[in-house]
């Protein structure tokens, strides 16, 4: 029997956003452990990044219209898990979490960045277009 497909309806049906927000509350948590000298910058940045992430995929859910505005804020998304990734690092770096703490996160950014990778590549399927290729457009390839 074959199952069906059921598409998102909100954003909030994506599971790229699910995991996005349930790592930007992950890092809430863990930096509320962080040094107070740490607050208006290590803190605050990666608290920023870290919940970026899901608001640019709402974004890109709501200009899905647009297959390019579409992809233009999935790549947001994409560069916002990079930045996040860099900035645990630089926690690690200063001890403020451990290398296990900072190996997870960043497993599951780099998790959510295939996602948004795929739903780049596949952006005709989420924009409703026909997956045809306009002039001047690269063509989408189930890679």
């Not at 962080?34 to 605050?44: I, M, R, V």
């Not at 970026?52 to 916002?80: M, N, P």
């Not at 990734?85 to 403020?96: N, W």
Request: proline content about 1%; charged content about 30%; glycine content about 4%.
């Amino acid at each position: 029997m074959q199952s069906k497909k059921v598409h998102a309806k909100s954003f909030r049906d994506l599971e790229a956003y699910q995991k996005a927000r349930a790592l930007a509350q992950d890092i809430y948590n863990l930096t509320k452990a962080f040094p107070k000298e740490e607050t208006y910058s290590l803190t605050d940045q990666l608290r920023r990044s870290s919940r970026s992430i899901g608001a640019q995929i709402a974004e890109a859910w709501g200009k899905r219209r647009y297959e390019r505005h579409f992809i233009s804020k999935l790549t947001d998304a994409d560069a916002e898990q990079m930045e996040t990734q860099h900035r645990l690092s630089v926690a690690a770096s200063c001890h403020y979490l451990s290398d296990d703490q900072m190996e997870q996160l960043i497993n599951e950014l780099s998790r959510v960045g295939r996602m948004l990778n795929a739903m780049m590549r596949k952006a005709y399927l989420f924009c409703g277009t026909s997956g045809k290729v306009s002039q001047g457009e690269e063509e989408v390839t189930d890679d």
